[in-house]
């Protein structure tokens, strides 16, 4: 018998999440309170994920973590069809969304409520919801003009 017929959907999925650090504990603390929070360099202010001991732009040890608007913009996408990981056998063929946010930083996603056609560079709002575990996951949602607007 395989370890991976005795495990749920969510086990699987559960074992591909990052382990909670000191290093990464704000971020998820963050999502937990459906906040996207960032280091924020305080040399020269930029932001960067994921986290890092120093700022990749000017190599500053010194940083504050930031809760951001959470908007970016669809910078590119895929349909994954290969099943490299059975956690998303019942979710595949899934799609993985390249965030850049309003900050800077690209992210890696997905989208919730996927619209029947992508663009590139629409726009699209951080949303926080659990994966197959409770623990809340980063996700994106294209952003509809208002129509009352
Ligand atoms: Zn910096």
Known sequence: MSIESTESTAERYERLLPEITPENKPYWDGLAQNELRLQCCDECGEYRFPESEVCPRCLSASFSWRAVSGKGRLWSWIRMHQRYLSAFD???PYL?????LDEGPPVISTLVDE?????FDVPVRAVFQPG???RPILKFA????????
């Open 90 to 92: 019942e979710v595949s």
């Open 96 to 100: 993985v969304a390249y965030v850049k």
């Open 115 to 119: 619209p029947d056609e992508l663009a």
């Open 132 to 134: 197959f575990s409770e």
């Open 142 to 149: 294209v952003e509809h003009p208002d129509p009352a607007a």
